[in-house]
């Protein structure tokens, strides 16, 4: 079974802080994906990645960036927190055109 | 540019009971078409996959979907429902482009009543 970590459940920051959510993968997926999600509008993807050291933004990058140094691993910084920046963070892995698995996600709150 | 409507935000229904999840997509090539669930504080699941071949699509749990081509729909139904399926459901669209990217609908709220 395919396995995506997300290294958080909940977190609690301040508004102005330098946030990092990491991602893990198991299944040597070339892509992988970062969405967050928001009562009644689904989910958004905010940056995707092909390869090592590829990135795209998607939909909603502004305000964030990505980094994806090593396969496995794709994070998600918040360069300098703010309140609507709290969300529900849900990290994605692809193989090509199979479908996406998802990990639990983290529930950040910025205050 | 691709879209994806889930016109209903909620569906009650009791248990025992069949339920349809409406998903209609919007795309000038043609598509992958997902079902996911979520529950509470997890992450999505994938419930079924549309990649080619036959139309009707089943998928875990009971459920199966529908493409319907010439209606750009995807429904997803279950013929009887149990109080587990209580979740929140997401129907999704990729295109063949090679962006592997994902389109997701805002979700339909299911709640099994007892």
């Known amino acids: 079974d395919v396995k995506v970590t997300q290294s958080s459940r909940y977190l609690v920051k301040r508004t102005g802080e330098k946030v990092f959510l990491e991602c893990v993968q198991d299944m040597d997926h070339e892509n992988m994906f970062w969405y967050r999600q928001d009562p009644g509008l689904g989910l958004r993807l905010i940056y995707f990645s092909y390869d090592v050291k590829m990135k795209e933004k998607g939909d909603i990058p502004e305000g964030y960036s990505v980094s994806r140094e090593k396969k496995e691993r794709f994070s998600l910084i918040l360069e300098s927190a703010s309140t609507n920046q709290t969300s529900m963070y849900l990290c994605?892995?692809?193989?090509?055109?199979?479908?996406?698995?998802f990990g639990d996600g983290t529930r950040l709150s910025i205050l | 540019a691709q879209s994806v409507t889930q016109l209903d935000s909620q569906v009650p229904v009791f248990e025992e009971a069949p339920v349809e999840l409406r998903c209609n997509y919007s795309s000038s090539v043609s598509v992958y078409l997902f079902w996911y669930v979520q529950y509470p504080n997890q992450g999505l699941q994938l419930l079924l996959k549309y990649l080619s071949g036959s139309t009707l699509v089943k998928g875990i749990n009971g459920f199966e979907a529908e493409f319907n081509k010439s209606q750009t729909s995807f429904h997803l139904r279950k013929p009887s429902v149990h109080i587990s399926d209580t979740a929140e459901y997401f129907c999704a669209v990729s295109d063949l482009s090679g962006t592997y990217k994902y389109i997701f609908g805002t979700g339909t709220r299911l709640k099994v009543l007892a």
């Open positions: 994605a892995s692809s193989s090509r055109n199979q479908p996406q698995h």
